[in-house]
């Protein structure tokens, strides 16, 4: 797959992650996502199980955004 497509993908994501924000907090508060293609395609309170639930469905890690969504109110600072 040509790269600078899978990084601009990736990039539409991280992006539409951030512009997601609050809907995120509403549908999975202190849960991390992972997110391809602009939509959320696993969640789960332990990262682990997310990685496990994409790694059952064959996903490809590389291709998927794997987030924590803190609930309303807090923020991360990176």
Not at 44 to 52: A, L, Q, W, Y
Request: net charge negative; hydrophobic share 40%.
């Amino acid at each position: 797959m040509d790269e600078l497509k899978l990084l601009n993908d990736f990039e539409k994501s991280g992006f539409w992650a951030g512009t997601a924000q609050h809907e995120l907090q509403k549908q999975y508060p202190n849960e991390y996502v992972a997110i391809k293609d602009c939509h959320v395609i696993a969640h789960d309170k332990s990262s682990k199980n997310v990685i496990d639930l994409l790694e059952k469905r064959s996903e490809d890690l590389t291709l998927v955004l794997i987030q924590f969504v803190p609930e309303k109110g807090l923020q991360i600072l990176y």
